[in-house]
């Protein structure tokens, strides 16, 4: 970290004079947290080896695992691939600036350390105002992981990064909850096919009607799609376990049934009562998926700071934002809950 500016981190309002020093800090080599449009991402120089090796060593996260590099225009994003077909200008042109980040062979600019030794770079133009402009003024693309540590929940708030961060960073640019609040889609374009990497803030659906085919990769933990596609990731503190099921069962809870203690309720949409959990947070009261995407890590992080013995999530329907939905859900998870005579079940998934 640049040493001068470390001493007075923290929370600062995202305005003009602020995105500018923090500008500075990205340029000397130093790590910044900047709102996007999915989270809050924690950013370094993205040609500067040194400045994404503190980046890496900060959030805890293994040198395998590659990240997305920010840009500010589509024009930065071919200068950084080796070639930039005719589809892959498509997809920029209808969702950049936005949630979709694009997989490409690299050309030499972008050092291997940000794509973990691989040969091809990811690359998204996030639809925030803040973000562009610290691009911008930085003058470089920014590799930004999630601001958190390594495998836990994803901040949507700038409160959320101080709470994992605080300490460890130079500057925290502050512009409200994001909005979409789901990491992006990440897309590898090979060849002559589309391949869904990771499934997030642009549904499928919708890269399907401009692209035609597009396959989407399995997440089977022992076989990853990519590299740092993790079974277990978004983790909460408190385990969480998913129900079958998009609405909650009643339960009872208890010294006489399998669980005893505080269990909270995740619920994608509005709770039966009584419910019998101890707190619920719904996510949507209209079942909207989107809605439920941008609240989905706020409510995760309230549940967890409650010293709950455990959560139990419903599941969304898996089309739209839901696929992303539910593909954070499964990771986040430690196993799945069911219910028998009105008791809690909480069964932990066998690790592979
Ligand atoms: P995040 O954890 O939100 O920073 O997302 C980064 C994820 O994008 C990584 O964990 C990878 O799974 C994926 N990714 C990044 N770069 C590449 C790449 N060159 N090839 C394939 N997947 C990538
Ligand atoms: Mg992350």
New binding site residues.
């Given amino acids: 970290m640049s040493g001068d500016v470390a001493q007075t981190s923290g929370v600062v309002l995202a305005d003009a004079a602020m995105i500018k020093e923090a500008a500075g800090v990205i340029k000397r080599g130093g790590l910044v947290a900047f709102p996007t449009e999915t989270v809050y991402g924690l950013g370094a120089d993205a040609t500067n080896t040194h400045a994404v090796a503190t980046l890496f060593q900060v959030k805890g996260r293994p040198k395998f695992?590659?990240?997305?590099v920010h840009v500010a225009s589509k024009e930065e994003a071919c200068g950084l691939w080796a070639h930039c077909p005719d589809m892959t200008h498509r997809l920029m042109e209808a969702f950049w600036p936005g949630p979709l980040?694009l997989?490409l062979p690299k050309n030499e600019r972008i050092p291997d350390l940000v794509?973990a030794g691989?040969s091809?770079?990811?690359v998204r133009m996030p639809d925030h105002p803040v973000a562009l402009e610290l691009i911008r003024q930085a003058g470089c693309p920014i590799a930004a992981?999630?601001a958190n540590r390594f495998g836990g929940v994803s901040p949507t708030t700038a409160q959320a990064v101080e709470e994992d961060l605080r300490t460890r960073l130079d500057v925290i640019l502050d512009a409200g909850p994001a909005r979409i609040g789901i990491?992006s889609t990440?897309v590898?374009c090979e060849r002559d096919t589309l391949v869904v990497?990771?499934p997030g803030g642009i549904p499928v659906e919708a890269i399907r009607e401009v692209a035609g085919t597009v396959t989407v990769a399995h997440t089977n933990p022992a076989q990853p799609a990519?590299?740092?596609?993790l079974a277990r990731h978004y983790a909460p503190r408190t385990p969480l376990y998913l129900l079958d099921g998009l609405t909650n069962p009643r339960v009872r809870l208890g010294p006489v049934g399998m669980t005893t203690g505080r269990m909270g309720l995740l619920s994608f949409g509005p709770v039966i009562e009584p419910s019998g959990f101890t707190i619920t947070e719904v996510l949507s009261h209209q079942g909207d998926l989107v809605e439920a995407a941008a609240r989905l890590f706020q409510a995760i992080r309230r549940l967890d700071a409650e010293g709950l013995e455990a959560m139990v999530a419903t599941q969304t329907p898996e089309h739209g934002l839901g696929l992303a939905i539910m593909d954070r859900l499964r990771k986040a998870s430690q196993g799945i809950a069911l219910v028998a005579e009105g008791r809690l079940v909480l069964i932990d998934r066998s690790t592979p």
């Fill in positions: 695992d590659p990240l997305i980040t997989v794509t691989l091809t770079v990811a992981p999630s990491e990440v590898a990497l990771r990519a590299p740092g596609m």
